[in-house]
């Protein structure tokens, strides 16, 4: 299928988040789809891939959420930040304070496609993708996300940790709405890492990447957050290293034993992409560069 063959979808847009909660809550109600839409690179790209609606039909309405205020913008209010679902990329590298405060976001953010990918492209749109290769969603992993769902029924905070059940599914209702993320951002002094791994350094998909904040008092680990993509059905949280190593003396974590936490969290196929095999060893060498970067900063701070 080609561009110019894509099937026909209805579009409409709403005026405020009140009357976009009321209409996805009646069309969830009467089992009926709504698709919202902000930047489209996934979902366009999904709708070239396959023919939609041609067992009964059936296509979803399509609800452009672009143009609401409610859903853009980057808030930072004292040590917690607030970022729109509606927010791009873009916006996330221009934002000043952001990119002192919590750099892996403009890391990450520069690593996503090209610079018209990126003015396009949203978080709310990779969070609600649900993709396991996602770099937004192991960006806020390892910031500890919360993520903000919205509706007729008022507001919930979801850990992000809480948020993906399985592959491509979530936990957010039908009638629910990506409203922003919020986290709070790393300390002064936090070291914070993003390294994707692809085929090449530009517009890839990660065949390994991680994000990861830390922060160290008197030599022991007191904070850290781990977001790890394209090994596992969802974005890993790496709870077994997380668990060795908060709370430990750097000097303790031996790389033996960090490969041995990083091994028993991830779950890499063999794909299109890359093989398990070299999944498992990017993996292990991403979490021994970050400490091996953690030791050092401690050693110069």
Wanted: charged letters at 25%.
């Amino acid at each position: 299928m080609s561009l110019s063959e894509l099937p026909f979808f209805e579009l409409v847009h709403v005026p405020d988040l009140g009357a976009l909660f009321q209409l996805v809550a009646d069309r969830s109600g009467n089992g009926d789809e709504t698709v919202l839409l902000a930047g489209g690179t996934d979902w366009i790209v999904e709708r070239h891939m396959e023919s939609v609606g041609a067992t009964d039909g059936k296509r979803p309405l399509v609800v452009d959420i672009s143009r609401l205020g409610a859903l853009r913008g980057i808030s930072v209010d004292g040590d917690v930040a607030r970022i729109g679902a509606a927010t791009t990329y873009l916006e996330i590298r221009r934002h000043s304070e952001l990119r002192l405060r919590a750099p892996l976001l403009d890391r990450m953010a520069r690593d996503v496609g090209a610079v018209q990918i990126q003015a396009r492209g949203t978080l709310g749109g990779n969070l609600a993708t649900a993709s396991p290769a996602a770099d937004g969603v192991a960006a806020l992993a390892a910031l500890d996300g919360i993520v903000v769902l919205g509706s007729v029924r008022g507001e919930r905070g979801v850990p992000l940790r809480d948020f993906y059940t399985g592959y491509k599914k979530t936990v957010r209702a039908a009638d629910e709405v990506i409203v922003r993320v919020d986290f709070v951002l790393p300390r002064p002094g936090a070291v914070t890492r993003w390294r994707k791994v692809g085929t090449r350094l530009a517009q890839s998909i990660s065949k390994v990447a991680l994000a990861a904040v830390a922060e160290v008092d008197e030599g022991r680990v007191t904070r850290l957050g781990l977001g790890m993509a394209s090994v596992a059905p969802t974005t890993e949280h790496l709870p077994t290293v997380r668990g060795l190593a908060l709370g430990a003396s750097l000097a303790s974590l031996t790389d033996a034993l960090l490969d041995q936490a990083t091994l028993a969290d991830v779950a890499p196929i063999d794909d299109i992409r890359s093989t398990a095999a070299y999944r498992r060893h990017v993996a292990c060498a991403l979490v021994r560069g970050f400490f091996d970067e953690l030791r050092d900063a401690t050693r110069n701070g």
